[in-house]
C-alpha cells in the first residue's frame, strides 16, 4: 500500500489528483467548523453527547459528518443524503424500465443516473433540514437554554427568519459536499462520496483514541487490560474485514473451440469472481435505517421512565416497545444481526441474475464443467450466491453487532473504531489503492508497439 502511494506520488499527474483531492477534504473539514447562525452550540453539543451515544442512529449519523452534526455546522448532514438517494435510485432501476435502461447505457447513462441522485439527494437534505431544525427547537441544556437562539424575534414572533436561514445553511453544506464529491470523481482519485466519507470517519479517531488514553490514565487498573484488549481486537478487525473484502469464490468456465477459417478461437479456461462481501456495507446501513426508527420516536415522545401502577396500557406497551430497541439491550443486537442477513440476501438477489449470467455463458459459447446449460446453470449459480451470501451476511453482522456487545460489557463507547466504521475505512482504502494501481499499470504498460 505505503509502496503504491510512493510510486504514484512521483508521477506528476497521478500527484496532482492526489492532491486535489486532499485540498477537497481539507475543505470539507474547514467546513465541518463553520457554525449556522441562530445556533447555540454549548447547548448542541450537551444535548448530542447524552443522546447521540451507545451506537444509536444519531451517533452514527454523527459518525458520517465526521462529528459536524453535534456541532451543528454547515455541513451537519454530511454524506447522508447523496447517500440515501443513492440506494434508494440503486433500488428503483430494478423496478423501473427507465432507469434500467439508463442503467444498460454505460458510462452516458451512469452520468444521468448520478444527477438524478443528486436531485433526489438535494431533497432528501431538504427533508432532513427540516427534521434537524425541528430537533433542534426542542433542544435544552440543564439551566432550560434553547438551542434556537432567536435574536431577531420581537414580541410574539416565531423566529421565521431565522428557521429559514438555519435549514437554508443546512441544505447548502449538504449541496456543497455533492459537489465536491462530484469534483473528486472529474479531477482527484478515487470515488468522491467514499473520499469524504472516509475522511468524516478518520477525524473521528484520534478523539476516541484520546478517550481511551484518559480512561487508562484515570483509573490504570480498571480499564488497563480491557483497553488493550480492545485494541488487539481492533487490530484483528482489520485484519479480518482485508481478508473477507478480498476473499472470492471462483466458479469454473470453460469456452467451447471454434474454427473460424484457418483460426482457432475459444478453448480456454477461466473462472467467474463473486466477492464473499459482494453488497459491501450496504446491508448494515439498512438494518440500522430501519432499526433506528423506534429511537427516532422517542425524541419526539418520550416514554415513561418507570412502570408503576398508574401506568396505561398505551404507556406500558411503549416503554416495553422503546426497551426492547434499545441499543443497550441484546434483543436490538439479535433483531440487528437477523435484519443484516436478511437485507444482505436481499441486495444479492437484486444486483446478481443467475438466469442473465447462465444467458451470457451460453451466448458466449461458455459452460461450467459438468453443469448443463441452461436452467441447470443458473441453479447452480444460485446455489453458489445463497452460500456465499450466508458466509457474508454473517461476517458482516458479526462486524455490526460487536461494538454493542463490548459497549455492554465495558461500558466504553469509541464509535469510530466500531465495526462499521472500521468496515468503512478499509474498504474504501482498499479500493483507493486498486484505482492507485490500475492508473499505474495504465501508463506503465510496454504496449503493443514493443
Known sequence: MFKTLKTAWGIPEIRKKMLFT???????????AITVPFLDTAVVSA???????????????NILSGGALAKATMFSLGVTPFINASIIIQLLTYALPP?????????????????ISSFVALGLAAFMSVAYYLTLKNMTDSDNNSAVKYTIAKDGATGWFAMFVIIFSFMAGASLVIWMGNRINEKGIGNGVSMILFAGIVARIPIDIGTLAGLVMDDPKKYFITVVIYLLIFVAMVVLIVFFNEAERRIPVQYAKRVVGRKQYGGQNTHIPIKVCMSGVMPIIFAMSFMSLPSMFTMFWEPVKYIDDNTTGGQKFYYYFTKFFSTQSYSYAVVYFILIILFNYFYVAITYNPVEMANNLRQSNGGIPGIRPGKPTSDYIQRVLSKISLVGAVFLGIVAVFPIIFLRITNINVSSMGGTSILIVVSVAIETVRTLESQLMMRHHPGFLR
Do not use: C, H
Not at 486532499?22 to 465541518?32: A, D
Open 22 to 32: 486532499l485540498f477537497i477534504i481539507v475543505i470539507f473539514r474547514l467546513g465541518g
Open 47 to 61: 444535548w448530542m453527547t447524552e443522546k447521540a451515544s451507545n451506537g444509536n442512529f444519531l451517533e452514527y449519523l
Open 99 to 115: 432507469l434500467e435502461r439508463l442503467q444498460q447505457e454505460g458510462e452516458d447513462g451512469r452520468k444521468k443516473l448520478n444527477q
